[in-house]
């Protein structure tokens, strides 16, 4: 009669486990491995298609004419060519187009995100009628094409004078981004503990007290992630931009971009790809820089506190 030991036990467990069907089961640290493994690859792939094209771009950006147009599209340049990011800067107007981005994303954003947490605050936190009816009416919004508008703001600002500035593309942004703050504000504010406002009240606070300083102190986080993802979509705009700015001088980055010529015409492609990386690289430094408070804005009105 067999009897069972705590060696054999032992030797069991770290041999791995028997099936029900009588056949020895896969170890457990096997699988673990295994699965270590499949993960590790599926990251590794995805790492690479993320930042392969972001190297080859930064390559391409220091090659001359020559090696682009007479070798292949993934040598490596056969003269490393720093001064198309000075070319790209000077002669392609670079700095010009990032200053009238600036000028025309800044101040629309400052307008997106103060009214649209008024908005968020007075459709959640304030109790009056037909509440519900206006945050339909601001998510109806987002289901207007932005194509469908710009003839018609096209003829409006120009009936006004305001053709020739930077206020069509102000205006428009300011339009276009407030429906999805709107909402995404207003989802945030659903996660602020209702006690907060109900004491500030008791204490002798008002409206505009109770907005200042205790609902956007709570929901920082949350307007910095609206704030920048608004920002990459107004500064990645082409098509509002390409349509409000008739004059080289008032040109954005991306419009820039698209009709990015050197000298005589000829497109200098040296050059245009140190532009785009001008463009790219440096909304990625933003991103970087501000990835933590984004990902405590993204978890914020995922739960209700």
């Known amino acids: 009669m067999a009897v069972d030991t705590p060696l054999k036990t032992a030797s069991a467990r770290i041999g791995g486990r028997t099936a029900r069907n009588g056949r020895p089961g896969r170890p457990r640290h096997g699988r673990r491995l295994g699965r270590r493994l499949w993960v590790k690859a599926v990251v590794a792939v995805l ?6 094209p972001l190297v080859w771009m930064f390559l391409t950006s220091l090659k ?14 056969t003269h490393w060519e720093w001064s198309n990011y000075s070319a790209a800067w000077t002669t392609g107007h670079i700095g010009l187009y990032v200053r009238n981005s600036l000028l025309a994303v800044l101040p629309s954003l400052a307008l997106i995100l103060l009214l649209g947490a008024a908005a968020g605050f007075a459709l959640q936190i304030m109790v009056w009628k037909g509440r519900s009816l206006t945050l339909l009416l601001f998510l109806a919004g987002i289901m207007v094409p932005s194509q469908m508008i710009l003839l ?4 409006v600002y120009f009936q006004a004078g305001l053709s020739g500035t930077l206020w069509p593309l102000i205006l428009t942004y300011t339009g276009t981004g407030l429906p999805l703050t709107v909402f995404m504000m207003a989802t945030y504010y659903k996660s602020v503990p209702r006690e907060l406002f109900e004491a500030a009240t008791i204490d002798g606070a008002g409206i505009l007290r109770a907005f200042w300083s205790i609902s956007l102190p709570v929901v920082r986080n949350a307007v910095l992630t609206v704030g920048l993802v608004q920002f990459f979509f107004l500064w990645n705009d082409l098509l509002i931009a390409l349509t409000f700015t008739n004059d080289q001088d008032l040109r954005t980055i991306q419009v820039g971009l698209l009709n990015f010529t050197g000298d005589f015409g000829a497109t200098q492609y040296g050059p245009l790809f140190a532009a785009i990386c001008i463009n790219v690289f440096g909304t990625l430094l933003v991103y970087l820089f501000l990835n933590q408070k984004v990902m405590k804005g993204l978890t914020g009105g995922a739960v209700k506190g």
């Open 47 to 52: 790492l690479v298609v993320e930042v392969y």
């Open 64 to 77: 001359s004419n020559d090696d682009y147009l007479n070798h292949s599209t993934w040598s490596l340049p």
């Open 152 to 155: 018609p703001l096209f003829t």
